[in-house]
């Protein structure tokens, strides 16, 4: 045989055979995640001594609760001295923190419109559902604003029927140009909303009144009142957003610059003081003589906030792509507006979407702001319920029960996006196709 | 056999002879910024034509055929598109991109689609074609470059080459009547580049215009009819594929030559 001889021919292919049985389960997994050297081993025995101790000084005061209780004098009553937490101010108040001072008897109203919320919600977020089923979608905003403030069926579908006049202005002007035709629309409804909504809602009043009990906006709070405002910021912000991180990179000057100036603005400027030019400036801008609700200022100025920080985060998802992609788009003859809706912004919105839910977060929570331009969010309820005589000296058990709330909440929205993130992955999918 | 070689060649120079054109270019100029990149191209190419644009990197090659469907704008001259002319006129713009095909480097496949949606999107939003006679189009494309297998799986399941027939079978979708090549094989690994040359050589074989930029010599040897040099930006030979390698005019051209098929 030759020994310098470096020539070499397999001649049997090796057959696959069965991964070798896993080392160890449990303790060899112990071993290694909890005790691997003594540092480790340290800190595991620091971790478990932290949570031991938590739960040693929570446990107590959780056990001991009192439920049945018309004041904090009586809690301590049956208490008797020991740690304990007395839950009988939300036994007691629960519905105030819920819906504000809105009329007992018509609790029925935001709760058929929290119910519905979900059906309208369903064909949105999940896929599955009959196209359909985003009918109701769209008529849920007018349907749950004439649950929850009453008042003549015919406003909503008035305020309806002013996008219909605006969709066939548009569709009649189009093909002298989108932005012509975008006018036409918008002063279409504008003036529809402003001369023929109040005419045409006495008359179909007088004709055929579908009323319910008007509810002002003064009696709404609590958590309606969040929902309200965080779902109505949360549904305008993010089509406002999209239109904004365009507009930022458009090729077109002059909407560059309003983007820019609006976005720049709007994020260098506290939510609170926006909140009080809603409250306080707007009426002096606002054409004498109307009304403007104080909600609905609210639900805009949070909307103009919310939007400024969604199109730098989807601005951020929009600069992730290749150019190839703006290319190729353009390339096989699709326009701008297609290219963006059927190939730039599915993908840039996928990359977004931890920075949107991120943002949609940050905007619920900060509904609890409006407390301090007087309306009846669930923080200012706490203190006026502290104010009370039986409930004065109370706040761990509120804030928690608030804090709680608004966990489910948002816990709700990050799982979802988690969920949504995994739904649109289309890198990996060999297991699904297969 | 080579009889026949030879009767299809001259049948196909017939032809060429009473084609109209199907991209003019005249005296046509782009900078990118100060920096001259084309300087005075003039080209025009027939119905039916098979060009090959070759040169080194940096030469503008890439950059004049995406001039052709005005993915980079020029400054000066005029190229006329299948009869149309670009200026600055979106709807012109569009309606030459309707009918030319581009196929890039990098595939360019839109990632969150499945293979069959890729190809059925520019007929259906651009070309207004029903669903299902879409869905048939692109089937058949998808056949002919030979993975109709792979319809419902997404681009990044793909292999390189595989993704760049797909991408070969979009742009036909959409009936082009010129298709540009952007290198469509330089980021490919070897084994790939066969399956993609062979789907190219298929498609010049039925006649379409091609425009192709690639560094494939043995593509250009096959199925050009015309070969272009081009070097700083402007086109220094132009000839037969037969005499522009075995007599190369330009010692520009030659010092190519000799570098890429040296070894």
């Known amino acids: 045989m030759n020994m310098h001889n470096i020539s070499w021919v397999r001649q049997d292919i090796v057959a696959p055979s069965p991964r070798p049985p896993g080392q160890g389960g449990v303790m060899d997994w112990v071993r290694k995640n909890l005790f691997n050297g003594w540092v480790s081993s340290l800190l595991t025995v620091a971790s478990v001594m932290a949570i031991a101790w938590g739960v040693m000084a929570i446990a107590p005061w959780l056990g001991n609760s009192v439920w049945h209780a018309g004041s904090l004098s009586e809690c301590r009553q049956i208490l008797d001295g020991a740690p304990g937490a007395c839950w009988g101010v939300i036994r007691d108040r629960w519905t ?11 609790y029925w109203r935001p709760m058929l419109a929290f119910v519905l919320l979900f059906a309208a919600l369903a064909p949105i977020l999940f896929r599955g559902l009959p196209q359909r089923a985003l009918w109701f979608s769209a008529v849920y905003p007018g349907l749950a604003f004439w649950l929850i403030w009453g008042g003549s069926l015919w406003l909503p579908v008035s305020i309806y029927l002013g996008f219909a006049v605006a969709t066939g202005l548009f569709s009649i002007a189009v093909r002298s140009g989108v932005g012509l035709a975008a006018t036409a629309a918008i002063v279409g409804a504008a003036l529809w909303w402003l001369y023929a909504t109040p005419a045409l809602v006495e008359i179909a009043t007088d004709t055929a009144p579908i009323l319910l009990v008007p509810v002002t906006s003064r009696e709404l709070g609590g958590f309606l009142l969040s929902i309200v405002i965080g779902v109505s910021g949360i549904a305008l912000s993010l089509p406002l957003g999209i239109l904004l991180a365009l507009g930022r990179r458009s090729g077109l000057p002059l909407i560059r610059m309003l983007s820019v100036t609006f976005i720049e603005f709007i994020r260098g400027v506290p939510l609170i003081t926006l909140l009080f030019t809603a409250s306080l400036l707007l009426n002096y801008f606002l054409p004498p003589g109307t009304s403007f609700d104080l909600i609905l200022r609210v639900v805009i100025m949070v909307t103009l906030f919310a939007s400024a920080y969604m199109a730098e985060v989807i601005r951020g998802g929009l600069a992730a792509l290749p150019r190839g992609q703006y290319e190729a788009a353009g390339a096989l003859g699709l326009d701008y507006w297609k290219a963006q809706r059927l190939v ?30 007087g309306l009846l969010d669930p923080i200012a309820l706490a203190a006026a319920i502290r104010a009370n005589t039986n409930w004065q000296g109370i706040y761990w058990e509120l804030f928690i029960f608030i804090g709680a709330v608004f966990f489910v909440f948002c816990f709700g929205m990050s799982r979802y996006s988690q969920y949504l993130e995994q739904r649109l992955r289309t890198d990996h999918r060999w297991e699904e196709c297969a | 056999m080579n009889n026949t070689m030879t009767q299809r060649v001259s049948a196909h120079k017939d032809r060429l002879a009473v084609a109209g054109f199907a991209v003019e270019i005249a005296g046509m100029n782009k900078w990118y910024g100060d920096f001259h990149v084309l300087r005075d191209i003039n080209l025009t190419v027939r119905l039916g034509e098979r060009i090959v644009i070759c040169g080194p990197s940096g030469s503008g090659k890439s950059t004049m055929i995406r001039c052709i469907n005005r993915l980079e704008e020029h400054q000066s001259g005029t190229i006329v598109v299948d009869g149309i002319e670009l200026t600055s006129d979106l709807k012109k713009i569009e309606e030459v991109r309707r009918e030319v095909g581009m196929v ?29 006679q879409a869905r048939d189009l692109a089937m058949h494309f998808l056949e002919k470059v030979r993975i109709p297998d792979q319809a419902h799986k997404y681009p990044g399941q793909l292999s390189g080459g595989q993704q760049q027939r797909v991408a070969i079978a979009r742009a036909l979708c959409m009936k082009p009547r010129v298709m540009l090549f952007d290198e469509p094989t330089s980021a490919l690994d070897p084994e790939m580049i066969k399956e993609v040359l062979d789907t190219m050589i298929a498609l010049a074989e039925e006649g ?46 030659r010092a190519f030559l000799g570098q890429i098929l040296g070894h």
């Open chain 2, 104 to 132: 890039f480097q990098h595939f360019n496949l839109f990632p969150h689609l499945t293979i069959l949606q890729n190809c059925m999107l520019a007929p259906v939003w651009v070309r207004k074609v029903p669903e299902k």
């Open chain 2, 208 to 253: 379409m215009t091609m425009l192709c930029v690639t560094h494939e010599m043995g593509f250009a040897q096959a199925v050009a009819d015309r070969v272009i040099f081009m070097d700083q930006g402007q086109i220094v030979e132009e000839n037969g594929p037969k005499a522009f390698f075995s007599a190369p005019q330009s010692e520009r051209t």
């Open chain 1, 344 to 373: 730039i912004l599915p993908q840039a919105l996928k990359i977004s979407i931890p920075g949107i839910v991120n943002s949609f977060i940050g905007l619920f929570k900060d509904t609890t702001l409006v407390m301090f331009i």
């Open chain 1, 96 to 106: 105030q923190l819920l819906f504000g001072f809105y009329p007992t008897a018509l």
